[in-house]
């Protein structure tokens, strides 16, 4: 009997310089894409992050005023690792936020400010590949972002943006969706592996209260475990998956 030829991802396009990653939660990026990161700003690609909000409601045990301040602290770390200094909060309120015309509009505002080609999201559809159920924060941005690729180019959408001095920019070519049950396309993760790994230890405050495990055991461990597997559809190599939507 024939084994089943299980479809190769395609690499990720290279012909841009700059990207926006628009997530809900500090270390969004980090489970799960922060090796390609990596691998694009060593290359020279900028890359911004924005982040829905400051994880405030994340740890049971501290209180949202101060846990907001330490997670955004532990989020510039992490982007410090993997090359990208420029982060940004909307200040939606975590755990919460609506999906709607608000924060079509705030995401839409980000992307006109910074002129990104190539937009990275985390998935937006109900469940991880149908077994586990994705929280609604991650269903609002990420259905957002990929709406608001398109708002921004479109002037008379949110026509007080211009007035803000926010002229539109249809300039995104693709939008990507880390996370994916339906990728298409990868990046080698081998030169930014490592970095990807201590970039998602300096969350070490909010991992401490997900596992009794040691954090870089379980941080080495989820991440070269999930970067092997998509490697998998990627010519062996250890790899970070994106669906790719054209625009």
């Known amino acids: 009997m024939t084994e089943p030829t299980i479809t190769q991802l395609q690499p ?4 841009w310089q700059r990207a926006l990653a628009v997530v809900a939660h500090p270390d969004d990026l980090e489970y799960g894409c922060s090796a390609a990161i990596a691998a694009w700003t060593d290359a020279g690609r900028e890359v911004t992050y924005v982040l829905a909000t400051r994880g405030e409601a994340g740890i049971d045990t501290i209180a949202p005023a101060e846990c907001g301040p330490l997670r955004e602290r532990e989020q510039r770390a992490g982007a410090a690792v993997v090359g990208v200094s420029a982060v940004e909060f909307l200040d939606h309120q975590d755990g ?72 539109p920019w249809n300039g995104v070519r693709w939008v990507a969706v880390a ?4 990728p ?7 030169p930014g592996l490592e970095r990807a790994v201590h970039s998602l230890l300096e969350h070490r405050t909010y991992i401490e209260v997900l ?4 954090p870089e055991t379980y941080v080495r461990g989820f991440l070269t475990g999930h970067a092997e597997t998509t490697g998998e559809r990627f ?8 669906e790719l939507f054209s625009r």
């Open 12 to 15: 990720m396009p290279d012909d």
């Open 211 to 214: 596992t009794d495990e040691d």
């Open 96 to 167: 919460v936020i609506e999906y709607g015309t608000a924060l079509r509009r705030d995401i839409a505002a980000a992307i006109r400010r910074h002129r990104p080609e190539l937009v990275i999201t985390l998935n937006h559809r109900d469940t991880w590949g149908g077994v586990a159920w994705n929280t609604p924060d991650h269903v609002a941005v990420g259905r957002a972002t990929l709406d608001a690729a398109g708002d921004a180019g479109n002037r008379w959408i949110f026509p007080e943006l211009v007035e803000q001095g926010l002229e």
């Open 179 to 182: 996370g994916s049950s339906s």
């Open 184 to 190: 298409t396309h990868a990046v080698d993760a081998t």
């Open 235 to 242: 010519g062996g190599k250890p790899a970070v998956a994106f």
